[in-house]
């Protein structure tokens, strides 16, 4: 954290500049008499606005660069929670279908057990009759008896020792189905619970990159004003330059006319540029990657939603999810396992399609935080950030750690 006295310092630093884009950009007028053109003192105050914009312009950029550093750790941070959520949003579905499966194994033994039940007091009435007591306790209890109950009325005595063995074992499987059940149920609750926190810290990490970025955007806006004031005093500086030296030597060539009778003559240079040329190698591709980069390229700007899978909005893992899922591989929604999703694609082989992941390798697979699909020539699509939209960019990040084609 900052402290107090530098917050107030960069406060200050702001009001400065904030003012100092009220202030205008007129030069005195007034030339000394008798002297062509603008005189040396304008000249010189003109100069001296110039350094003073330039100044204010690089305090202002200095500021923004820091602001865009800060943007870009938050980002970071915020992409480590929102795949984190991702990953507690795939373990709590997973956590959600083995508590169902208990409690449906729970269920069949309970059935088994009453089948049981029910195939030994038939049993019991075949073999005794309605009026023995073992009959009568039999059917005093019914269906609801157990082996407790069969055991305190000395019936399974009177059972052969296989029905009496199936009931018990019958009765034992009932009983670790309803463990295993209650187990899973209270797993699947935790995981949800793990869940709920991870959303919390999620939507914490929103909002303060939201507001990094409104900061950002208005330190933009900041020094753009700046840019061009800093602009107007350079050229006014560079205009009264010009002025009196061509004012000079005006004045110089007319007295050398005066002097010889003969006529003075002036030239400008013309200069011009050469635009910068690139050449590309061709691209390998395959038929899944040309399908999935095919589909994801008609998802370009739409925006960067937290957690969002289309069709509207997308955050990364949720782009190439889907981009996968249209040339017919699944892929879950979270870097963690997109990583493991395929072999490692050394980058001198990428291929159309490929993955490209962004972050650090670890054993923690939440620390690969990003991720973007390559469409050839050096470039990825992929969904940024907040306040952004899908859109194309170069892949070469200084936190690139890896490419895998998924299969």
């Given amino acids: 954290m900052r402290s107090v006295g530098s917050r107030r310092a960069r406060a200050a630093m702001m009001a400065g500049l904030v003012c100092a884009l009220t202030v205008g950009t007129a030069i005195p007028v007034g030339a000394v008499p008798g002297e062509p053109g603008p005189s040396a003192d304008e000249v010189a105050r003109a100069r001296t606005e110039a350094r003073e914009r330039d100044a204010l312009l690089g305090t202002a950029t200095a500021r923004l660069a820091e602001a865009r550093a800060e943007l870009e750790q938050l980002t970071v941070h915020a ?10 949003l795939v373990k709590t579905a997973r956590a959600e279908e083995l508590s ?26 075949q073999s005794y009759g309605a009026l023995d007591p073992t009959m009568a306790t039999i059917t005093r209890f019914g269906n609801g008896m157990d082996p407790a109950h069969l055991r305190g009325a000395g019936i399974l005595a009177h059972l052969s020792q296989g029905q009496a ?10 009983e670790v189905a309803v463990i295993l059940r209650e187990q899973a149920q209270v797993a699947y609750a935790a995981q949800r619970a793990a869940a709920g926190r991870m959303a919390v810290a999620k939507a914490a990490a929103e909002r303060a990159v939201a507001r990094q970025i409104t900061e ?23 205009r009264l330059a010009r002025e009196r030296r061509e004012a000079l030597e005006r004045a110089r060539l007319a007295r050398l006319r005066d002097a010889r009778g003969g006529r003075g003559s002036a030239w400008n240079p013309i200069t011009a540029g050469l635009a910068p040329r690139w050449a590309f190698s ?10 999935a980069v095919d589909w994801a390229l008609m998802q370009l700007g739409k925006p960067y939603v937290w957690a969002a899978d289309g069709p509207d909005s997308y955050d990364c893992s949720g782009l190439t999810m889907r981009a996968w899922e249209r040339a ?4 879950d929604h979270w870097t963690g396992t997109q990583w493991t999703s395929g072999p490692r694609i050394p980058f001198d082989q990428l291929r159309r399609g490929d993955l490209l992941f962004f972050g650090r390798i670890t054993q923690n697979p939440g620390d690969i935080h990003h991720v973007g699909m390559y469409v050839g020539r050096g470039l990825m699509i ?16 200084s936190d690139l750690v890896g490419a895998i084609r998924p299969a």
Wanted: charged content about 35%; proline content about 3%; cysteine-free.
């Fill in 282 to 291: 061709p691209e390998i591709s395959s038929d899944r990657g040309d399908a």
């Fill in 328 to 331: 017919g591989v699944r892929l």
């Fill in 165 to 174: 063995e199936t009931l018990k074992r019958l009765r034992g499987a009932e």
């Fill in 100 to 125: 169902r499966q208990a409690g449906e194994r729970a269920l069949a033994a309970g059935r088994l057990v009453e089948e049981a039940r029910e195939a030994v007091v038939a049993t019991a009435v």
């Fill in 79 to 88: 992409e480590k929670l929102i795949e984190a959520y991702n990953g507690e």
């Fill in 216 to 238: 950002t955007r208005r330190l933009r806006a900041v020094q753009a004003t700046l840019e061009r004031q800093a602009d107007a005093a350079r050229g006014t500086a560079e």
């Fill in 382 to 397: 992929h969904a940024p950030q907040t306040g952004d939209v899908v859109r194309i960019a170069p892949i070469w990040r």
